[in-house]
């Protein structure tokens, strides 16, 4: 049997999560085009919406709106757009008149693969050619690819593709999953495959998929340049058209494909990012949803270790979808927001007494302004506080930590240091303290009304609100610079945070810093003992 294998270029549509299908008209056009000359075999030109087009956006309300943007099509291409099941109203599309698409994908979820096909058929019955998308295929037993299969032969679509919707599959999973959907499939339904990249396994599934189906069916791969879609991304388009032609002698022309990433993906990549990363990999591990990730990020800037656990926490149901306010529940229990500190606050105030503190942060001034530092050491003899990350120049009483990354980093390298020095943790670390450890409690310390709420700096002025000292120096509160390691003392200091709008980042500090020394301005003297560009 003589079969075809195709490429399925779904940029303009996946990749509309990334930019909320903001490609802009030069973008959507030329995308097009180059696609187009490089022979792409599947053009999916975006979604179909309830809402009204608006100009430079690849969400559309008819098939005619994308006329704008391909007003002459290649005959021997196909021109398709993607609908969710129940998100659109099939009263608004028109019976099919081969002007601007010629095909309709419909997506639906594990459980509602009937009331998918049933939208298809409806959609086919109006001249469209139809595929089908079943979303988290991983999740269909053995039983349920046969009744699926059952279901599609009957609708006979274009296709029917498998889609790793979390990033989830291993090669077995793929086997299994193929192995029955081919074998029950009728021969004229072409098999498709979409896979994200949560396990970095994107690419090398993509050859597996090729290698078992290539001449027992016609098959079809998606893919989008330079890999553009929600979180870890999908799988490159250049790296699959590429091996294609190395494998399949298929004849996808590289420097079109090229020209277009050149053209039109690098002021995406400025605005926008995506791609493997291990809070990602977290989503792929535990099969969930990637707006969980994104808002633990967004909302906690979550280190690797407590996502993993909150997911964890997480039943398999509800981390296939996104209910932010059991995320934030899972999270508040994750950092023990009802351990009890009175004792360690009645230790540490023993501790400092009616002395005078200093707070050394870890900006880079801490070592360029040394002499100031050990000027107001001498004159001031004050306890001293290391905030988040220890400074060899200096020979502290206490380490203040509030991540468990800082708190792993100094013990690794500053061995000796860290020893040597008691310290303060929040109870997000841990909860049981060892002999040269007080924990406090973590939601006493912060304040949830800004994106960064849990500057280190001023939380530890919290803490030393909460202990009632009445005058504290600061040093090393500097502001976050265009490259990360120009920020810190130690350039090789972990980052606590994945985004790169510092100047965003610093505007919030000075906001915290604002409503803390107003808080404050008849209980505490605090002096900046290094230069900061914040201000009292």
């Not at 000027?375 to 468990?404: E, H, M, R």
């Amino acid at each position: 049997m003589k079969t075809t294998i195709k490429l399925l270029d779904c940029t303009l549509r996946d990749g509309a999560y990334v930019n909320n299908s903001n490609f802009g008209v030069p973008c959507i056009q030329g995308i097009i085009k180059k696609s187009e000359k490089a022979n792409i075999d599947v053009i999916e030109c975006g979604w179909l919406k309830n809402d009204p087009h608006q100009e430079g956006s690849s969400y559309y309300h008819i098939p005619d709106d994308m006329l704008k943007y391909c007003s002459k099509k290649d005959p021997s291409k196909t021109y398709v757009v993607m609908i969710d099941w129940d998100r659109y109203d099939l009263d608004t599309l028109p019976v099919c008149d081969g002007k601007s698409i010629d095909a309709v994908r419909v997506v639906f979820p594990h459980g509602k693969h009937r009331e998918g096909i049933s939208v298809a058929s409806k959609i086919k019955e109006k001249g469209y050619k139809v595929f089908l998308q079943a979303a988290n295929t991983l999740a269909y037993s053995n039983k349920d690819l046969i009744e699926l299969a059952e279901c599609v032969n009957k609708l006979s679509p274009v296709a029917l593709s498998v889609v790793d919707t979390f990033g989830a599959m291993y090669p077995d999973d793929l086997d299994r999953i193929v192995n029955i959907l081919s074998s029950e499939l009728d021969s004229n339904i072409a098999l498709g495959f979409h896979s994200h990249n949560n396990l970095q396994l994107s690419f090398s599934l993509c050859i597996h998929f090729a290698s078992m189906l290539y001449g027992k069916r016609d098959i079809m791969i998606d893919s989008t340049l330079c890999g553009m879609g929600r979180g870890a991304g999908n799988t490159p388009t250049e790296l699959v058209a590429n091996y294609l032609n190395q494998k399949y002698h298929k004849n996808y022309d590289m420097n079109e494909i090229f020209d277009a990433i050149d053209m039109y993906m690098p002021t995406i990549q400025e605005k926008y990012k995506w791609g493997y990363s291990t809070p990602y990999c977290i989503a792929g591990m535990y099969q969930c949803h990637v707006n969980n990730i994104a808002y633990l990020l967004k909302n906690h800037r979550t280190n690797s270790r407590d996502m993993h656990n909150i997911i964890d926490s997480l039943s398999v149901s509800d981390r296939r979808k996104y209910d932010y306010d059991l995320l934030e529940t899972k999270y508040l229990e994750n950092q023990a927001a009802k351990f009890r500190d009175d004792d360690s606050i009645e230790r540490l105030k023993e501790a400092i007494g009616s002395r005078k503190v200093l707070l050394i942060g870890p900006g880079k001034t801490t070592k360029d302004e040394f002499d100031l530092i050990d000027t107001y050491i001498k004159k001031n003899d004050p306890v001293i506080i290391f905030v988040n990350a220890l400074n060899p120049l200096y020979k502290g009483d206490f380490l203040f930590l509030l991540s468990s990354i800082r708190y792993d980093y100094a013990k690794e390298v500053y061995k000796d240091q860290f020893k040597a020095t008691r310290k303060i943790l929040l109870s997000n670390i841990k909860q049981d303290a060892l002999d040269d450890e007080i924990i406090i409690n973590y939601e006493s310390v912060i304040k949830r009304k800004w994106v960064y709420f849990d500057n280190a700096i001023i939380t530890c002025l919290r803490l030393m609100n909460r202990l009632a000292v009445k005058r504290v120096g600061v040093a090393g509160l500097d502001e976050f610079r265009s490259n990360y390691n120009e920020s810190y003392a130690d350039e090789y200091l972990p980052t606590l945070t994945t985004e790169h709008d510092y100047n965003f980042l610093n505007k919030e500090i000075q906001s915290i810093l604002d409503d803390f020394l107003a808080a404050v301005k008849d209980t505490m003297d605090i002096e900046f003992v290094t230069t900061t560009v914040f201000k009292r």
